[in-house]
């Protein structure tokens, strides 16, 4: 089965995109920061690798780096940088993806094919083979800046690859055609049994568990969560509750104590120096 690799700090998307790998029939390893991907990463165990462009600890582009430079495993990148400076700086100033047919083609291309800019590709895809017009290439001069002002590349090639930018309805539609299957998002209104939903959802579409992914946090946080690692951790947190609420009961105790335990020791003090029983028991109303 192929394994992917997903690279993501943002909870609600790591829930989304694993729905969708895994209703593929993929497998999915997920790293949150840098370091937990260090740890994690196996050269030849990936078939993809997922990055995030922007995490808590680092950069996603220098975590490409080091990947690649061990390994040949195809990488794609998240970002959610949209600025026309975060991407057009990568490309002539001519090239465009604005039409259907309009393809940007890595700057290796034209060594590897033979190609030039205005001549016609053919794209073999899943869903079938597509023209395109080569519109430009990406620049080669290694000045890939950004608008943050690094010089980080969103598209990492080596010798024998090659990179291809095409429009967002084209690429949308090569997905669609070729994944049939629908990924329908459900919210819930409020007060609903949400344990009881997934049974009915389950037996109205005649589906199991394994094609049900839940926001896990959020399903956690309310309590509903019926994963053996979540369940540890509610365990915990109401041994940590219980222990915070019998410490406040001794703290209250003893110094309940003590202060009579003060009085006490006031009180025989002043019985002891000649005081009568009629003046004690005044003291002890005017003290309280």
């Not at 209703?23 to 196996?42: C, F, H, N, P, S």
């Not at 024998?160 to 055609?177: K, L, R, S």
Request: aromatic share 10%; net charge neutral; with cysteine.
């Amino acid at each position: 089965m192929k394994q992917i690799f997903l690279v993501e700090d943002d909870y609600s998307l790591i829930n989304r995109l694993s729905f969708a790998i895994k209703k593929q029939g993929y497998d999915i390893d997920i790293a949150r920061t840098v370091l937990e991907a260090d740890k994690m990463w196996e050269d030849g165990k990936y078939d993809l690798v997922i990055l995030d462009v922007s995490l808590s600890d680092g950069s996603g582009f220098d975590l490409c780096k080091k990947i690649l430079q061990t390994s040949k495993v195809p990488v794609m990148f998240l970002t959610a940088l949209d600025e026309e400076t975060d991407i057009m700086h990568y490309f002539d100033r001519s090239a465009s993806v604005a039409g259907k047919k309009d393809i940007i083609l890595s700057a290796n291309t034209k060594k590897l094919l033979g190609v030039n800019k205005g001549d016609s590709i053919i794209l073999d895809t899943p869903s079938g083979s597509y023209n395109f017009t080569i519109s430009g290439f990406r620049l080669d001069d290694k000045k890939w800046i950004n608008s943050n002002g690094g010089e980080d590349s969103a598209i990492i090639t080596k010798e024998n690859e090659i990179a291809a930018f095409i429009n967002i309805e084209v690429f949308q539609e090569i997905c669609n055609n070729g994944n049939p299957d629908t990924i329908y998002y459900i919210q819930l209104k409020k007060y609903r049994n949400i344990r009881r939903v997934f049974s009915e959802i389950k037996e109205q579409c005649k589906t199991s568990d394994k094609n049900i992914e839940v926001n896990k946090m959020l399903m956690a946080t309310m309590g509903f969560s019926d994963s053996q690692y979540i369940m540890n951790t509610y365990g915990i947190a109401a041994c940590l509750l219980l222990m915070v609420l019998l410490a406040g009961i001794f703290m209250i105790s003893g110094s309940l104590n003590s202060n009579i335990a003060e009085r006490l020791q006031f009180f025989g003090m002043m019985r002891c120096i000649g005081a009568s029983k009629k003046q004690i028991m005044r003291l002890v109303r005017m003290k309280g």
